[in-house]
């Protein structure tokens, strides 16, 4: 017996559907239905009238729940159609208001036996609308200047009127764009039209000489394109702020690199050259005006479009990391990606660019800034959405267990839950350790997959994701796993911390032996052996934790679930704190090892001496209010009971 149902309903101009099913359901009935539900909705959306304004977005529901009494619902993530549904894994033969198609498939579900089981966390049915029902974004139509960056560009100007230089100033990229959405900027680029950067700064050093005022010193960064410096900056600090000059610039690409050969160029050239048109914006200090020399850049701003200069699909193979690039300014700004922007992106050709043209540290980079960022689950939904995932996270070529054809999406679904449960439980994390715990949850599905080196030594497959695809550094890697670990040690203690039953027997499998003392000590024990391994990122671990306890949160993604998995994780918390365990890694031992030594009688350390020292950290975890003779005590009466017993 199964039931399944399929609710529909409208709220707020919005269409949503909701699959609801038992755990054990055949295949065909969920295809099936959903294949009609999708056809229904098509046809609607095809036979309205077409307007610019209507775009259907669908979102299927991806995770069934594992109970096999329960209803779920799921956690969605959209994706986009126009004008008629076609599904991410039918791109090349999307669904059509015909009867012909009879057979839909979904590369997210994998039939075990005559049933289905859910790979993917999200795959869910939505409409919504395009970027132009959202509200408009407030675009300037001037830049206002503050006190400290009319000091500086005033300082710039008497320079060029000093030494009578026939030379235009401009501010360049991101501090227009910022200024213009009314945030602050201090990322002040000067591009010059008639000298280097360098040149520049010593006519700024010369005119300071002349007035009798302190020169700053000169730095040059030198041309470095693995960092996305192609051409030589300088760099000098007026007024307190740093400012970069350089000069504004043309670019020609080769087919086998992305760094370009460069030349000096007009401020058009220099414009289209950018990777965004929102990002090619001047302010011209001469003339105290804004220019957008594409001639869409501010359009773009105020519409919320992420859109190149240039072709796209040029563009990104001139230099691959552009589509990175977009994807996080898109995120960072919640603009939506343009259509023949997205097409370019996902193109197998810019695929094998990114993977072959762009330095692994680069890649590296640019998605430790959207990990990081105010967005970070929009920019790897759209890393996902564009089958890019491979192409940035590289796995090693053999590892074990295998894993399902869509990771991506199941990845993607669990930094979804992290970050809800982060801003559910208000973020008590530094900025570190938000960005270590986001890596955590991106890779907790591969927590268990491992690969062989050449020594035929087992590593784990995060390893090889952070230190060999992203080139961070060795110490992410080592928290990262560090984070696994101590999530599957929280689970297994959660159900004990939690219960209100009198329970006597507490076992876990990764501390088989402890020393004889009640359950609430070996509780405390075993909750602090946790906190000093994983230290300061235990509420990170903790609320990683919530992702798999009771059961994995993709399984089971509704609010009332989040809100049952936070209570959890307030109730843990509480918990240990009150034990007293928080900082309990800086519990230093009441007995060293040459005491150890002494008191066993032992003429050299060795393995016996750490066996002790492990065995008096639990005592010490046991009894927190003991005194040092109170521990020699128990050392000696603990060392003859095991001589006699051996």
Same mark, same amino acid.
């Given at each position: ?99 012909? %198609? ?5 590369? #997210?579900?994998? *039939?075990?036996? &005559?049933?289905? $089981? =859910? ?127 350089? %000069? ?5 690409? #080769?087919?086998? *690199?992305?760094? &370009?050969?460069? $030349? =000096? ?382």
């Amino acid at each position: 017996m199964f039931f399944l149902l399929l609710a529909i309903w409208l709220n707020q101009g919005k269409l949503s559907l909701v699959l609801y099913c038992s755990s054990l359901v055949p295949h065909t009935a969920v295809e099936n239905a959903t294949q009609k539900t999708l056809l229904a909705i098509n046809c609607i959306q095809f036979f309205k009238p077409k307007t610019p304004q209507n775009e259907l977005t669908m979102k299927l529901p991806i995770s069934l729940n594992r109970s096999a009494n329960g209803l779920f619902t799921s956690q969605t993530r959209p994706f986009f159609f126009r004008p008629l549904i076609s599904f991410p894994p039918l791109r090349k033969s999307p669904i059509r208001p015909n009867t012909a %198609n009879s057979s839909l498939k979904f590369s #997210s579900f994998k *039939s075990t036996g &005559p049933f289905l $089981r =859910f790979y993917n966390s999200t795959m869910s049915i939505t409409t919504t609308t395009t970027a132009s029902s959202q509200p408009p974004i407030q675009v300037k139509d001037h830049i206002e200047l503050t006190p400290k960056e009319k000091e500086i560009f005033h300082r710039l100007l008497q320079v060029v009127r000093h030494f009578d230089l026939e030379t235009e100033l401009r501010v360049a990229g991101g501090w227009v764009r910022d200024k213009l959405l009314g945030k602050d900027s201090d990322d002040i680029d000067v591009a010059i039209d008639t000298m280097s950067g360098r040149e520049f700064c010593e006519k700024i050093n010369e005119y300071l000489s002349y007035t009798g005022e302190e020169t700053p010193g000169i730095g040059v960064i030198q041309c470095n394109p693995d960092q996305s410096k192609h051409l030589e900056t300088a760099r000098m600090r007026l007024f307190d702020v740093w400012i970069d000059f350089v %000069n504004l610039r043309s670019e020609d690409y #080769s087919e086998s *690199s992305r760094i &370009p050969v460069m $030349r =000096f160029g007009t401020a058009k050239e220099d414009a289209y050259r950018r990777d965004l048109t929102i990002n090619s914006l001047f302010y011209n200090i001469n003339k105290d005006s804004v220019e957008d020399l594409t001639e869409r850049g501010i359009s773009d701003l105020k519409s919320g479009k992420i859109v190149t200069p240039l072709p796209p699909k040029q563009t990104f193979l001139d230099d691959p990391l552009r589509v990175l690039r977009a994807i996080r300014f898109g995120a960072r700004f919640g603009f939506a990606l343009d259509e023949e922007l997205r097409k370019a992106a996902s193109d197998e050709e810019v695929k094998a660019a990114i993977a072959n043209k762009i330095s692994r540290e680069r890649i590296g980079h640019e998605i430790d800034l959207m990990v990081s960022g105010n967005q970070p689950v929009k920019a790897l939904t759209y890393v996902s959405d564009l089958q890019l995932f491979g192409a940035v996270f590289s796995l090693p070529l053999e590892f074990e267990p295998e894993i399902p054809d869509r990771y991506d999406s199941v990845c993607v679904a669990d930094l979804d839950s992290a970050w809800r449960l982060l801003e559910a439980i208000g973020c008590p994390f530094s900025a570190d350790q938000q960005r270590l715990f986001l890596y955590a949850a991106l890779f907790l599905p591969f927590r268990e997959n491992v690969y062989k080196e050449k020594k035929a030594k087992k590593i784990p497959v995060v390893s090889y994701i952070i230190r060999n695809s992203l080139k961070l550094k060795a110490s992410d890697a080592e928290m990262v796993i560090s984070l696994h670990i101590a999530t599957k040690k929280f689970v297994s203690l959660i159900p004990f911390i939690v219960s209100k039953e009198d329970i006597q027997i507490l076992e876990v499998d990764w501390k088989r032996e402890i020393i004889d003392v009640p359950f609430a000590s070996k509780l405390r024990i075993l909750a602090g052996l946790l906190l000093r391994d994983i230290k300061d990122f235990w509420r990170a671990a903790l609320l990683l934790s919530m992702l798999l306890y009771p059961t994995d949160i993709y399984s089971a993604t509704s609010s009332f679930e989040f809100d049952k998995r936070r209570e959890v994780y307030n109730m843990v918390e509480e918990a240990i704190l009150e034990k007293g365990l928080d900082k309990v890694w800086e519990v230093k031992p009441l007995v060293d090892g040459k005491e150890i030594m002494s008191i066993l009688d032992l003429k050299t350390g060795g393995p016996l001496v750490r066996e002790w020292q492990q065995k008096m950290i639990e005592w010490q975890l046991a009894h927190p209010f003991e005194s040092k003779d109170k521990c020699i005590q128990w050392m000696n009466e603990a060392s003859s009971k095991r001589a006699r017993l051996e």
